[in-house]
Nanobody
Framework: VQLQAFGGGLVQAGDSLTLSCAASGHTYTINRSAMGWFRQAPGKEREFVASVNRNGRITAYADSIKGRFTISRDSAKNTAYLQMNSLEPKDTAVYYC????????????????????WGQGTLVTVSS
């Protein structure tokens, strides 16, 4: 399974941006994977942002972005999305998407260790 994250860029505070994570490879594995977004700000450790379970009906969010970001997936397109609204300078980071092929149906994992596949990251810069 290969993941490619894209959609990052330079935006101003208050703007919106949508990140996409396109999965390719073994379709069966992709469709059975929970998907997650993580981010790493300069000088900081990578942190959980949001995740969605295998069928897209269960989501989980970090408290820092709850109410501003929305994760979703389109299984027909093998793509996960992160809609980011009301962006703030503190959201500046490299955003990574990841897939957990071992997640049970009811789980939207939050821990990095649960994800087996990772994309290369896309940079989001929010100016004040």
């Amino acid at each position: 399974v290969q993941l490619q994250a894209f959609g990052g860029g330079l935006v101003q505070a208050g703007d919106s941006l949508t990140l996409s994570c396109a999965a390719s490879g073994h379709t069966y594995t992709i469709n059975r994977s929970a998907m997650g977004w993580f981010r790493q700000a300069p000088g900081k450790e990578r942190e959980f942002v949001a995740s969605v379970n295998r069928n897209g009906r269960i989501t989980a969010y970090a408290d820092s972005i709850k109410g501003r970001f929305t994760i979703s997936r389109d299984s027909a397109k093998n793509t996960a999305y992160l809609q980011m609204n009301s962006l703030e300078p503190k959201d500046t980071a490299v955003y990574y998407c990841a897939a957990d092929p071992n997640a049970i149906l009811s789980n939207a994992p939050r821990r990095e260790a649960e994800y087996d596949y990772w994309g290369q990251g896309t940079l989001v810069t929010v100016s004040s």
